[in-house]
């Protein structure tokens, strides 16, 4: 495995441990089959708690670019608290959609601060569907809701999101062709919250 970097290096406002952290990364994209010799950056906002969880994974110069909110990887039942639990099933999400655009498949997608939240919520279903399947605890009626929110209530909508969620692979193209068969790719361009959050904070 290439390098594999957690920032910040120790933490100071929650209860988590670069080590541990790198650690988790390292099995995983062992486990997910990363080629050897790529490089994994991971970037914690632990200045955002719970509930507010977010997660963006890019490639950027040929390295693994992640990024998350600090609540990811908290406790639910306290403040801070470190759980390893959602930290594995975080870092898959992240990872598979990191392999996503190594593939080839999503060669021609944007990278995730500019996509719509129509175009994020069908790759999200895409991967939590595969994260469930590796044996993760998956909020399965939340992923439902936050693709109906996007992509409308509709048994089409539904539809899309089963053949997303049962799918063990995907590409740019078929997301982008569930986002015209919903609609939601007639809606303007919009920023996820996140991105807001991340502006300014990362370098």
Known sequence: MGVITVTPDPFHLVEYDAAVLRGIIEEIAGTLGFPTDIDISLTVDEAIPHPIVATMADIVDGAVDLWCTGGCFEARNKTRAFSEPHARAEITFMLLRARDRLTGGFAD?????????????????????????????????????????????????????????????????????????????????????ADLLRSGRRH
């Open 109 to 193: 997608a944007p990278r995730d601060g500019e996509l719509s939240l129509g175009e994020r919520t069908a790759w999200d279903a895409s991967a939590w569907g595969r994260v469930q399947r590796l044996g993760h605890n998956v909020h399965h009626q939340k992923r439902v809701y936050d693709f109906r929110l996007q992509h409308g209530f509709t048994d089409a909508s539904d539809a899309a999101f089963d053949r997303l969620y049962a799918a063990d692979d995907s590409t740019w193209g078929a997301i982008r062709e569930i986002c015209a068969e919903t609609g939601a790719a007639e809606r303007p361009p919009s920023k996820l919250p």
